[in-house]
T-cell receptor, first 113, second 115 residues
Framework: DGGITQSPKYLFRKEGQNVTLSCEQN?????MYWYRQDPGQGLRLIYY???????QKGDIAEGYSVSREKKESFPLTVTSAQKNPTAFYLC????????????FGEGSRLTVL | GQQLNQSPQSMFIQEGEDVSMNCTSS?????WLWYKQEPGEGPVLLIA?????ELTSNGRLTAQFGITRKDSFLNISASIPSDVGIYFC???????????????FGKGTKLSVKP
């Protein structure tokens, strides 16, 4: 079945360590996104990519980095520069045919100790 | 920047009751969407609205795109325990072919249903 796979589901890291979250999709979608979700907050856009080898900063890109070397993959690295990295991270993709219609993965919960 | 005000923040209802939640903005949007997120999962699209005044149903769910383009509401009729979750509204300035980086999400309405 087509979908988006995020891994790992849960991740614990020590402060100061970089960590990379994986996102893979087999929906043949051109666009992919990373959102951050904190309790009681909406989804805030970190980075998005509309095509391979191109990506744009979202509203809260500081302390994060991404790459888009393949259409299916859009990994997110949470660097040590991110001051408050503990959060629920959601990856999404879209075909781009109808704006706003996103398909989300199941999320990755990162806890920094 | 643009913001969506979603209300109420949370609701505690009895099974079988109807539910109503809404989303307002000071800016015009050309697309309104409603997503549902169950605990520990990613959001799932429920309804997408593309035309001012549009009223769309999906089973027990009904959503409307406000005439002013600055608001939208979602109704759930005869709630059941599996309706539990967080409901997010989202607005986009564009309908087709726009940058998805312009999608704005509300903070969500957390729904609890008592059997």
């Amino acid at each position: 079945d087509g979908g988006i796979t995020q891994s790992p589901k849960y991740l614990f890291r020590k402060e100061g360590q970089n960590v990379t979250l994986s996102c893979e999709q087999n929906l043949n979608h051109d666009a992919m996104y990373w959102y951050r979700q904190d309790p009681g907050q909406g989804l805030r856009l970190i980075y998005y990519s509309q095509i391979v080898n191109d990506f744009q900063k979202g509203d809260i890109a500081e302390g994060y980095s991404v790459s888009r070397e393949k259409k299916e993959s859009f990994p997110l690295t949470v660097t040590s520069a991110q001051k408050n990295p503990t959060a629920f991270y959601l990856c999404a993709s879209s075909s781009g045919l109808a704006d706003g219609e996103l398909f989300f993965g199941e999320g990755s919960r990162l806890t920094v100790l | 920047g643009q913001q969506l005000n979603q209300s109420p923040q949370s609701m505690f209802i009895q099974e079988g009751e109807d539910v109503s939640m809404n989303c307002t903005s000071s800016s015009i949007f050309n697309t309104w969407l409603w997503y549902k997120q169950e605990p520990g999962e990613g959001p799932v699209l429920l309804i997408a609205l593309y035309k001012a005044g549009e009223l769309t149903s999906n089973g027990r769910l009904t959503a409307q795109f406000g005439i002013t383009r600055k608001d939208s509401f979602l109704n759930i009729s005869a709630s059941i325990p599996s309706d539990v979750g967080i409901y997010f509204c989202a607005g986009s300035l564009t309908v087709y072919g726009g940058s998805q980086g312009n999608l704005i999400f509300g903070k969500g309405t957390k729904l609890s249903v008592k059997p």
